[in-house]
């Protein structure tokens, strides 16, 4: 999609919550519709939570708001803008520790570091998961709203009582969020997949791996995978997914825990 600012030669704004203009509708006067910022945000995620992203347009979410599309433009200057705004209201569900809990106690204080980077992590999968649009936009915007600064805050303080070096703190929060991130991706875009066919996920599962198994150029690798998923255990696809998710997890607990004791060596 080329935007307006590309076609007329100016700089894109990289971020909405850089834009020092005030909107018309935001001062007060002249507002139409009785709209406001926190209106249009909240259609806009109830709107691609039921639509997706795909399907997303300003002209869609007039309709949802019973407006004009010119009304919502009063807030808001580009699609992009309203994109982000969601971003950042999604991330404002994360419950976050709080910002005292275990400052400056340092990484023998226990294993709370561990329980709370779980607990981040558990969160933050269930987000990408009960929002499959979301994956999308993370990375697509510099995500330097209020709350996804908030959760980046506490990631930050949480991994930074875990004894690890300053230069090692960003590794460590790439090793493991980006594993939830792709995990809650992966899952998400498979639980749509199981409500488009109106199926169980149990059903879905079961007829996949029938069908897959009659093929053979792939019975071989799915007929191994089928035995590894048996050897693991867990009688339900949420039993295997929450399985799988839990030991990845506490694998990259344990390598931070060993790169902690190797750099104390």
Known sequence: MVRAD???GKTPRPSVWLNDRERGGRRGGGQPSGLDRDRITEATVRLLDA???ERF???RLAAEL?????????YVDTKDDL???ALDRAFGEL???EADSGADSGADSGADWRDELRALARAYRALLVRHSWLPALVGRFLNIGPQALRFSGAVQRVLGRTGLPEHEVTGAIAAVFQFVYGHGTVEGHFRDRVASTGLTADEYHHRAMTEVLRHPDASDVIGRSARIMEARGGDTVE???ERDFTFALDLLVAGIEAMVARGRG
Request: charged share 20%; no cysteine.
């Open 83 to 85: 994109l982000e705004l």
């Open 51 to 53: 639509e997706g992203l």
């Open 95 to 97: 419950a976050l520790p």
């Open 66 to 74: 019973d407006v004009t599309a010119m009304s919502v433009y009063w």
């Open 239 to 241: 039993e295997m997914l």
């Open 57 to 59: 347009s300003m002209r």
């Open 6 to 8: 590309q076609r007329s």
